[in-house]
């Protein structure tokens, strides 16, 4: 038996955990090209500080990229998984990201190699011209686990560090709205056995740092900044409240500082080692310091993110609960029409049913019950719900349960001399009319019933059935949605099926 639909959630995080141990870094440029925008908002550091506290909301598109052949995107439930936790990471920042979109795309070349020409030619040809887009590859270079690039101002992420827990998606973001490395310019990657690592050496630079300037192919020649900040803004970062880094976090992966270093006045280095624009590791949860928070909030307030602030939601209402699962219990004796019951959850807009086992089958579903009608027989099966709303899922644990079906139907067709009964549509949306399709072999009168689960009788009338082809309507404009029985019966027989009101 097959569980890669109820493990997909697993398998990702598992993807996550290999994509952290393989230590990809960013590949975003850090050049004083890249600079230019903050040095210029600086200026509008103190006018965002005295605005009032208002949330600035975020419309945000994710593009799932798969072959050209469709093969190997992502799970949608990752992706609203990814938005929700990118917006507790992101909750003391008064910025909120909702989905304006998932866009697929099927295309080899951006899958595999989004920053070749042709891969940036169908970036620019199906981002959005009015939300901040999110590209999830395969593969964004070597060594590289996302980046920010300001030509095409888009962001890319491997599939493997979408919600890591090194908040790659969370460092990119900050990338876009301007801000640097903490140790810009200690942050060469080794992107071949000829390139030597970035990041604080203890044999090459000793326990002083007496230079005064250090250079990376993605930034250039940096000034070193000093721990009495009075080269701090135009050093490193050039943000004033993030202390020096020298690349502590990537020379040793870690996130407790495990050198005794000094600058070159003598004053000892205390990096801030779980800022999420730092390359350290393990310090889940990572922080942006205050003046990184107004600088990412003066860049959202620019007239370069304008198209960012046509949106209409302009409330903060996350799903913050798992829904608590009713039905089915531990056996559903009928294998063809298994009816899944969960309580509403607020805030959700929507939900995505997964089931898993002998079949893998995965169902967005609008209210907090469906009809389901594609399983088998003697089938063992795990199901689950997520809750989802444009600001991604609840970010808790969903629960899960086991079940195992039957041998047994949901109809009973014993009617003498009736054929070829059937129920259109099925599930049915309120409003709509129930069709009874039968073939009858003479004319016959008969009773048809809408009976709800306790067998209580919602509707009923009378109806001939005439010799040959019939077609018998039930309304259901007075109908509330659920799971109901439809019954016909005759002198002939009885027949009854199930029906879902939607």
Known sequence: MKYTQFFSLIVCLLMVSIGTSQNHRCGTDQSDAFMTELRENKKLFEATRNKSRVDRFIPITFHSVATTQGEGRVNDLVIYSALCTMNERYADTEMRFYLEDINYVDNTNLYNAPGGQQGRAAI??????????????????????????????VVVILKTTLADDRYTLEHEIGHFFTLGHTHRGWDQIASDPSVTQGGYDPAVHGDTITITTVASSQSGSVLIELMDGSNCTEAADEICDTPPDYGFGFSCNCCTMIYDVWDSNGDKVEPMMDNVMSYSNNCNPYRFTEEQTVAMLTSFDSDRRNYLRGGSVDIYTPVTEAAVLLSPGLLADNYNGVFFDWEDVPNAESYILQID?????EYRVSGSEFFVEDLDPNGTYFWQVASVSKFGTSCQTEEVRLFTTGTGTTSLRDIEGVTNIGIYPNPVSTGLDINIFLTAEAAMSSK?????????????????????????????????SGLYVVEVQTANGRMTDKVFIK
């Open 124 to 153: 620019d040809n199906v981002k959005s011209p009015n939300s901040l887009n999110v590209f999830i590859v395969e593969d964004a270079g070597t060594g590289v686990g996302g980046y920010y690039t300001r030509g095409l101002d």
């Open 357 to 361: 086992g002998d079949k893998e089958l």
């Open 448 to 480: 048809v019933s809408l009976l709800d689960l306790n067998g209580k009788v919602v509707l009923t009338q009378n109806e001939t059935i005439q010799r040959g082809e019939n077609q018998i309507k039930l309304k259901t404009s007075s109908i509330t």
